[in-house]
C-alpha cells in the first residue's frame, strides 16, 4: 500500500513540475502579445513610467483612433485580403490541374517537367527577386495589383502535395468506369477528382494564404503608393514615421496581427494538421 | 509530328497528349515566367556590373564574385547569418524535443499548449518585429524589467553589436519553436508503441528508452526539421529590416544577413550584378543544404 | 456559416478597393520625409482652390524604399509628377537623361534672385539647371537646454562655441545615478540607427576639426579624406564623450526625443526640432546657436531641392504647382508645418517674432561658412558603409587613450571609402 501511495506522490509530482515547466514555456510564448496588447491601450505618459506595469493605470481606446487617422489601415486590410485570396484561388486552381496531369497521365516529357516544378522550389524566392524585379519594371507592372500577386499564383509545393494525394486516392478503376460512362477528362477532374480533394486541398489553401499574407520582401519592392500596401509594409511604414512612439505602434500592430489570430482561433486545429502535412514534404 | 517521335502512338493517346499539354500550358507558362527564367537570369546576371540606372552593362566574367571575397561587408552578412542559422536552429531543437516528447504522451491540456506554443508561428513578422523591439527597449522594455527582478543590470538589446544578433535569434526561436514541436509530435507520434513495450520488457526505462528508441526512430523527423529550419533562418530578412529601421534602431552591421545586403546592393545601391552574384551565393547554400537532406534520407530507407 | 462570412468580407473589401474618387487630373508628389507630408498636402489643398479639376496625392515613405521606387519608376513613367530628393540620386537620373532640363518659364523664375548664388550653383549641372531649391536639407545647429545650463552653473546666453568648450560643458551638465551611470546626457551625440545621417553627424565635428569625407583629386576624381591627424581627432572626440568623459551613453534615450522630454542637455540638429519642441514641450526654456567651431567654423547647408518627371514638365499645371511650392506663400508654411527653411528668400520677421529660436536659421551670422555634400553617385554609398563602421568604433572602449586602435580604425574606414570610390570609378590619387 505504501509504496503504491509513494508512486502515486512520485507521478503527481512529476505532473506538477511539468505542467509548471510547460506554463512557463508558455508565459514566454504569450508575453509578447500581452505586451503589445497592454502597450496598445496605455496613454502615451504612461508608457515611459518605469518600474512598467502589465495592465494600464488608465486605460484608453484612443491609440486606436489615432491609428486609423493616421494611416488607411482598413485599406491596407483589403489589400491583404484581395492579394491573399487571388493568390490563394489561383495556387488551388493549378496545383489541382497540375497534380491531377502528372498523377494520372502519361505523356512524353512528363518526369522532366515535374522535375523542373519541384527542382524550382528548392531556390529560395527572395534569391531571385532582382531579375523578376527588372522584368517587372519592363512591363510596368510596378505598383500593381498584378504586379503584387504574379509571382504567387503557383506553387511546386501545391502540385507535389495534390499529386500524391491524387494517385494515393483516386484509383485508375474509377477512372475507367467515368470514362465509359461517357464522362470526358475535364468532366473526370471537375466532378470526380476535385469532390476528393477537400482535405488537401484545405491544407495547402490555408498555407497559400499566409504565404501571400505575410509577403513583405516583395510588396515592399512593388508597392509605391499607400493604395497598395498590405498590412505589413503600411505598418512598416507607420513604425517608421513614428519610431518611438510605442502605445501608437503597439496599437498598430495588435490591429495587423489580429486578423491572423481570428483564422488560427476559428481553424487551430485545420492549421496545425496542415503545417504538420506541409511539413512532411521531404 | 514525325520528328517528335509520336507516330508510335495511336491517335486516342495523341489527343491525350494534346489534352495534357493544353491543360499544363498556363501552369508551365507561370512557372517558366515567375520561376525558371527569374532563376536563370540571376545567374546571368550575376557575371555583368548590371545598373538599375544607365544603359552600359560591362561583363565581369567572374568579378563579381571575385569582389565578394573581399567585400567585409559580405563577410560579415555570412558570418552573421551562419551565426544566427546555426544557434537558432539548435537552440530551438533543444528547447522544443522535450516539450514535443511531454505533449505527445497522454498529457492533460495539450492541445491547448501546443496552440500557445504554435500561435507565434502564425502571426505576422512585422507585427511582431515591432513588438520585440519595444520588449528590447533599454530603457522601458519588459524585457529588461524581468531581467532587473533577478538583479540584472540593463542590457542594451539592440545598441551593442555582440548582442543585437542574440536579441534577433531569441526572436526567432519563440517565433519557431511551436513549428519544430508541432513535426517532432507528428514524428513521435508515428513511433508504434510496439517499440517501447519490447523495450519495457528489456528494463529500458525513461532516458534509456529515450536515447536508444525514440532519438534513432525519430531521426528522419529530426533532419528534416533541421534543415528546413536552417533554410528558413538562411532567409531571414523581414525582422531586420523592420529593426533597423527608424532611429534608435538596431545597429545595421551588426545585424547585417545575407539577404539584408542582397537588397541593400541591388535596391538601394543598385548594383543588380553584384547583388546577384551575393543571390547565387545563398542559392548554392540552401541547394547543399537540401542535398544533403536528401542524401540522409536516402541512406535512412 | 463560415463561407458567408469569407464572402461577406471580400465583397466588402472589393467594395473599398473601387471606391476611390476619380479627378480629373492628379499630380503625384513624392518624398523621402515624412515630416514634409504635411506642407504637400497643405500645398495640393490649397492648389486645388485655384485649380479645380487637379488633385494632389502625396506619398512619403522611408528614405531608403523612396529612393529605390523613384529610380525605378521615373525610367518607366510609372513615378510621380513631383518629388523632391538628395543630389546624389538626382545626379544618377541627370546622368541618364531621366530628368528634364528647366524649362525657361522655371529657369528664369529660378534666376530672378529669389535664391541665393550658392542654391542657384547647386543645382546647375554642366550649364543647365534642374529642378528648384525647396528647402535647407542639412543646416543644422547647436540646440541646449538653458534650464539645466543655468542649474549646473552655466550662463544661459553664452552657449559654447567651440568643441573644447562643448564638451566640458556636457560634463557639467550630464546627471549620473548612484551606481555612475548616465541618466541624462549632457551632448546627445548620434551614435546608432538611420544609416547614413550618422555618418552626416559625425562630419559636423569632423569637418571643423579640419578634415572630409572624401577630397577632390587634382585630376577631378575623389579620395578619402580622413586618413589624417583631423580625423583621428573628430573620431577621438566621440569616444572621448562616450567613454572617458561619459557626458552620453548608448542606453538613454537620444536625439530629438531625448531633447523634447529633457533627458539630454545639447545636441546637433537641423531646423525641424523646433517644431518638435513646440508640439509636444511648448514650454521648453532652450537656446539655438551656431555650429561649435574647432580649426573651421562651418555649417553643412544642404540645397534639397524638388524636381519634376519629363512627363510632368508636360504638363502646365505640373510647372505652376512646382512655382506655387517655392513661392512667398508657401515659404512660411513649410517652417510652420514641417520645421525645415525655405532655402529661397523671403521675409521670415513675423515667424521669428514669435519663436525667436528660428533666428539663427533663417538670419545665419555673415561670419559662418557653409560646406555641401560632394555631389558625386556614391557618397550615400559611402556615408552609409562609414556609418556601420563609425557605430561600431564608437562602442569600442578600447579606443579609449590608444592611438594605435584609434589610426587603425581610421585608416580601415579609409580603406573602405577608397574601396567604394574605386568601385565607382571614381577614385584618383
Known amino acids: 500500500m505504501a509504496k503504491i501511495g509513494k508512486n502515486k506522490r512520485r507521478e503527481l509530482l512529476h505532473a506538477i513540475l511539468k505542467h509548471l515547466g510547460l506554463l512557463m514555456g508558455s508565459f514566454f510564448m504569450v508575453i509578447p502579445f500581452l505586451w503589445m496588447l497592454s502597450t496598445s491601450f496605455k496613454p502615451e505618459v504612461e508608457v515611459l513610467i518605469w518600474p512598467p506595469r502589465l495592465l494600464p493605470n488608465d486605460p484608453t481606446y484612443l491609440n486606436f483612433v489615432e491609428l486609423f487617422r493616421q494611416a488607411p489601415f482598413f485599406r491596407f486590410f483589403c489589400n491583404s485580403m484581395l492579394v491573399s485570396t487571388v493568390s490563394t484561388i489561383v495556387i488551388l486552381l493549378t496545383s489541382l490541374v497540375g497534380g491531377f496531369i502528372f498523377a494520372k497521365y502519361r505523356f512524353p516529357g512528363k518526369n522532366f517537367l515535374f522535375l523542373l516544378i519541384i527542382v524550382t522550389a528548392i531556390v529560395p ?36 502535395l495534390l499529386r500524391q494525394h491524387i494517385s494515393s486516392t483516386i484509383s485508375n478503376e474509377l477512372m475507367d468506369a467515368a470514362r465509359i460512362d461517357g464522362c470526358s477528362e475535364l468532366r473526370i477532374l471537375t466532378r470526380i477528382v476535385t469532390p476528393l480533394c477537400k482535405s488537401s486541398g484545405g491544407a495547402l489553401g490555408i498555407f497559400a494564404f499566409t504565404q501571400a499574407w505575410i509577403a513583405f520582401m516583395w510588396p515592399l519592392l512593388m508597392a509605391n503608393e499607400k493604395e497598395l500596401f498590405n498590412m505589413e509594409i503600411g505598418l512598416t511604414m507607420f513604425q517608421f514615421k513614428f519610431s518611438t512612439n510605442y502605445s ?35 | 509530328m514525325q520528328s517528335l517521335g509520336l507516330d508510335k502512338y495511336s491517335s486516342s493517346e495523341r489527343s491525350r497528349f494534346l489534352f495534357c499539354y493544353l491543360m499544363l500550358l498556363p501552369i508551365l507558362a507561370l512557372f517558366f515566367l515567375f520561376r525558371v527564367f527569374p532563376i536563370i537570369k540571376t ?170 528508441i525514440t532519438l534513432p526512430l525519430l531521426k528522419p523527423i529530426l533532419l528534416y526539421v533541421l534543415v528546413t529550419s536552417t533554410i528558413n533562418a538562411f532567409n531571414v530578412f523581414t525582422q531586420v529590416y523592420v529593426m533597423t529601421l527608424g532611429s534608435q534602431a538596431a545597429p545595421g552591421r551588426a545585424v547585417r544577413v545575407l539577404l539584408y545586403d542582397i537588397y541593400e546592393n541591388g535596391f538601394r545601391y543598385f548594383r543588380l550584378g553584384y547583388a546577384s552574384a551575393e543571390a547565387v551565393v545563398l542559392t548554392i547554400i540552401v541547394i547543399t543544404l537540401t542535398l544533403i537532406q536528401f542524401k540522409f534520407i536516402k541512406s535512412e530507407e | 456559416m463560415k463561407k458567408t462570412v469569407s464572402i461577406l468580407t471580400l465583397t466588402l473589401c472589393l467594395l473599398v478597393l473601387m471606391s476611390c474618387p476619380v479627378f480629373a487630373k492628379t499630380i503625384n508628389v513624392w518624398t523621402g520625409f515624412p515630416e514634409l507630408e504635411p506642407f504637400y498636402k497643405w500645398a495640393g489643398a490649397e492648389f486645388s482652390k485655384t485649380h479645380p479639376e487637379i488633385e494632389v496625392k502625396v506619398l512619403s515613405t522611408s528614405l531608403r524604399e523612396f529612393e529605390q521606387k523613384l529610380v525605378t519608376s521615373i525610367p518607366t ?14 545626379i544618377k537620373l541627370i546622368d541618364a537623361d531621366l530628368l528634364p532640363v528647366n524649362p525657361p518659364e522655371l529657369d528664369s523664375y529660378l534666376k530672378s534672385g529669389a535664391w541665393s548664388q550658392f542654391a542657384v550653383d547647386y543645382v546647375t549641372i554642366k550649364g543647365n539647371t534642374y529642378g528648384l531649391p525647396l528647402m535647407n536639407g542639412s543646416r543644422a545647429a547647436l540646440f541646449y537646454n538653458k534650464d539645466m545650463f543655468i542649474e549646473a552653473g552655466l550662463d544661459p546666453n553664452k552657449p559654447p562655441t567651440n568643441y573644447e568648450e562643448l564638451m566640458e560643458a556636457a560634463q557639467k551638465l550630464t546627471k549620473y545615478d548612484k551606481s555612475g551611470k548616465v541618466i541624462r546626457s549632457g551632448l546627445s551625440l548620434r551614435i546608432s540607427g538611420g544609416g547614413s545621417g550618422l555618418t552626416e553627424k559625425f562630419r559636423f565635428v569632423l569637418h571643423n576639426a579640419g578634415a572630409d569625407l572624401i577630397v577632390p583629386t587634382k585630376n577631378g576624381k575623389w579620395k578619402n579624406g580622413i586618413d ?46 523646433i517644431g518638435e519642441v513646440n508640439s509636444k514641450n511648448p514650454n521648453l526654456n532652450y537656446g539655438v546657436a551656431p ?83 560632394p555631389v558625386i553617385p556614391a557618397f550615400d554609398e559611402i556615408q552609409t558603409k562609414v556609418a556601420d563602421e563609425l557605430m561600431e568604433a564608437f562602442l569600442n572602449k578600447k579606443l579609449v587613450d590608444n592611438p594605435k586602435e584609434l ?15 574605386k568601385r565607382n570609378n571614381a577614385y584618383g590619387k
Open chain 3, 228 to 273: 589624417n591627424e583631423a580625423g583621428r581627432e573628430a573620431l577621438r572626440y566621440y569616444i572621448d564623450a562616450l567613454h572617458k568623459y561619459k557626458v552620453d551613453d548608448p542606453q538613454v534615450k537620444h536625439d530629438s526625443d531625448a531633447f523634447v522630454t529633457e533627458t539630454t542637455a545639447m545636441f546637433l540638429r537641423e531646423s525641424w526640432v
Open chain 3, 407 to 421: 589610426d587603425k580604425t581610421v585608416r580601415k574606414i579609409a580603406k573602405l571609402i577608397d574601396s567604394v570610390l
Open chain 2, 43 to 212: 545567374f546571368w546576371m550575376s557575371f555583368f556590373d548590371w545598373k538599375l540606372v544607365g544603359k552600359e552593362r560591362p561583363f565581369l566574367g567572374l568579378g563579381n564574385y571575385l569582389m565578394l571575397l573581399s567585400d567585409d561587408q559580405f563577410l560579415l552578412s555570412m558570418k552573421n547569418t551562419f551565426l544566427y542559422a546555426g544557434a537558432s536552429v539548435i537552440i530551438c531543437l533543444l528547447l522544443s524535443l522535450p516539450i514535443a516528447v511531454v505533449l505527445a504522451k497522454k498529457t492533460k491540456f495539450s492541445g491547448f499548449y501546443q496552440a500557445i506554443y504554435f500561435l507565434p508561428y502564425i502571426t505576422p513578422l512585422v507585427p511582431m518585429a515591432v513588438a520585440w523591439k519595444w520588449i528590447y527597449d533599454p530603457r522601458y522594455g519588459i524585457l529588461n524589467y524581468i531581467l532587473s527582478i533577478f538583479g540584472i543590470e540593463p542590457i542594451g538589446w539592440l545598441i551593442y553589436p555582440n548582442i543585437a544578433i542574440w536579441a534577433l535569434i531569441i526572436m526567432n526561436v519563440w517565433k519557431n519553436l511551436g513549428y519544430n514541436i508541432v513535426l517532432l509530435m507528428v514524428g513521435l507520434k508515428n513511433i508504434s508503441p510496439m517499440y517501447y513495450e519490447a523495450a519495457s520488457i528489456d528494463g529500458a526505462y525513461g532516458w534509456k528508452c529515450f536515447r536508444y
Open chain 1, 125 to 160: 524566392f527572395e534569391s531571385y527577386v532582382i531579375p523578376l524585379y527588372t522584368m517587372m519594371v519592363k512591363w510596368k507592372w510596378i505598383n500593381t495589383y498584378q504586379g503584387i500577386i504574379a509571382p504567387y499564383l503557383v506553387m511546386s509545393f501545391g502540385i507535389f
Open chain 3, 291 to 373: 555650429m561649435p567651431g574647432w580649426k573651421r567654423y562651418d555649417t553643412l547647408s544642404q540645397p534639397w531641392a524638388i524636381y519634376m518627371s519629363m512627363e510632368g514638365a508636360q504638363s502646365k499645371e505640373v510647372i505652376e504647382f512646382m512655382k506655387f511650392l517655392t513661392s512667398t506663400q508657401a515659404a512660411p508654411k513649410l517652417i510652420e508645418l514641417s520645421g525645415w527653411i525655405p532655402e529661397r528668400n523671403f521675409d521670415s520677421e513675423p515667424l521669428v517674432k514669435e519663436i525667436p529660436q528660428y533666428e539663427f536659421f533663417v538670419n545665419p551670422p555673415a561670419e559662418i561658412g557653409y560646406y555641401a555634400d
Open chain 1, 248 to 282: 501608437l505602434l503597439m496599437a498598430g500592430s495588435i490591429i495587423s496581427v489580429s486578423p491572423m489570430i481570428f483564422i488560427f482561433v476559428l481553424l487551430r486545429r485545420q492549421i496545425i494538421e496542415s503545417i504538420s502535412l506541409t511539413g512532411l514534404k521531404g
Open chain 3, 77 to 90: 513613367g510609372t513615378g510621380p509628377e513631383v518629388f523632391d530628393v538628395g543630389p546624389y540620386i538626382a
